[in-house]
């Protein structure tokens, strides 16, 4: 297989996550009208997902560890598939919430053993390319989700929205099946699968590879948190209209695209981690001032651009350095890389909603940003320890 059509199968793979939350948004609306139920309800559909694929990376990264990555990878697109048809024939709120519970689990496998298939075949600046690469991909599949989603919708039903997605996974499932293994015999886990669990304690107690897992959560806790936060922000502090609103939100999910974008270029991991921390927090502390001190909106624009550009920097980065650092546990760290920010971001984003929302996203960020700079100072300290 060409390393191009590789590179598509990979990337298709790490969009997964945000278009199993992401696809069908649209149609939520709908779901509260045809099922009879009120909104929350339907909202747990979407909750019930995320916990899924938080879950399933924490599972899957052992199994793919000890029995290789082609085979779980297959049978998981496999279960996707089939939970994602369940959604699509599901008669009631319900047996959606099960189904979609199913789908993150399931759907979490191509998240974790993508990120491992690339730390098997490749290493340094090339691996760091494919990740900047990875999370560029990361940075327009939230975008695009729901417009496919929503154009799906409008064409048919939101039965036929999630038909798209269960197609999608089918092309996927047939794509993997030719796909080489990446992990040798000889380089997987001896140990019976209940106790290759107890790898993560090896991954836990890496200290290198934690410190990056943990820069990574803060660096995503922050973009979660502005992306939970905007809605209110630029229509209800700013006074924009939803139109404006919508087209602002795209054009700044190009920075984060531009800042992975700078990693596959400049091949110095550690110059870029240190470029994303002070940069993320340069623009949240001037993101924060202009709320605090009702400064002009352009002000306020350019330090999120400035902050989304420092997470598209520190996103590949991070994310590679952790896996480089935990070789005989990629599977693991990178179900680890994974779950911990999904976690951490989980816990942030409803944070932004407590009393004043500028005022309580500007701590946030500041808080976030401050995570981010702490552990750079700390591996730092290691390094030249």
Request: aromatic share 10%; proline share 5%.
């Amino acid at each position: 297989m060409s390393k191009k059509r590789l590179v598509v199968i990979l990337g298709n793979l790490t969009a997964f996550g945000p278009f199993v939350t992401d696809f069908y948004l649209p149609c939520l609306p709908r779901l509260t009208r045809d099922f009879g139920v009120t909104a929350s309800l339907v909202q747990l559909s979407l909750t019930a997902g995320l916990a899924g694929l938080a879950l399933g990376q924490v599972l899957v990264g052992p199994v793919s560890d000890k029995y290789g990555r082609k085979r779980p990878l297959v049978w998981s697109l496999l279960l996707f598939a089939l939970a994602t048809v369940g959604c699509m024939l599901s008669w009631g709120i319900a047996p959606l919430i099960c189904f979609r519970l199913l789908q993150g689990l399931t759907g979490a496998s191509s998240l974790v053993i993508s990120r491992a298939m690339v730390s098997d075949m490749f290493t340094g600046d090339e691996e760091a390319r494919y990740f900047a690469l990875f999370s560029a991909l990361l940075g327009v599949a939230p975008i695009v989700a729901p417009l496919v989603g929503g154009a799906a919708f409008s064409l048919s039903s939101w039965q036929g929205t999630f038909a798209v997605l269960a197609a999608w996974s089918l092309w996927l499932l047939y794509e993997c099946s030719r796909l080489r293994e990446t992990l040798g015999e000889g380089e997987r886990m001896r140990e019976p699968l209940g106790r290759a669990f107890l790898g993560y304690k090896e991954v836990l107690r890496n200290r290198p590879c934690m410190v990056m897992i943990l820069t990574f959560s803060c660096a995503n806790a922050a973009l979660m948190s502005y992306v939970s936060a905007s809605p209110f922000i630029f229509q209800q502090h700013f006074g924009l209209t939803p139109m404006r609103y919508s087209l602002l939100f795209a054009c700044n999910a190009v920075a984060l695209i531009l800042g992975s974008g700078l990693v596959m270029k400049v091949k110095n991991l550690r110059r870029d981690e240190a470029w994303g921390c002070w940069g993320l927090l340069a623009g949240c502390v001037l993101s924060a001032l202009a709320l605090f001190l009702g400064l002009p909106f352009a002000v306020f624009e350019a330090a999120v651009v400035v902050l989304l550009f420092c997470i598209g920097i520190l996103t590949p980065v991070a994310v590679t350095l952790a896996m480089n650092s935990a070789p005989e546990h990629r599977g693991m760290a990178s179900a680890l890389v994974g779950a911990i920010p999904y976690i951490v971001s989980g816990v942030a984003a409803p944070l932004t909603g407590l009393g004043d929302v500028p005022r309580s996203t500007s701590l946030l960020l500041l808080i976030c940003s401050a995570g981010c700079t702490v552990f750079y100072l700390v591996s730092r300290r290691w390094r030249y320890a």
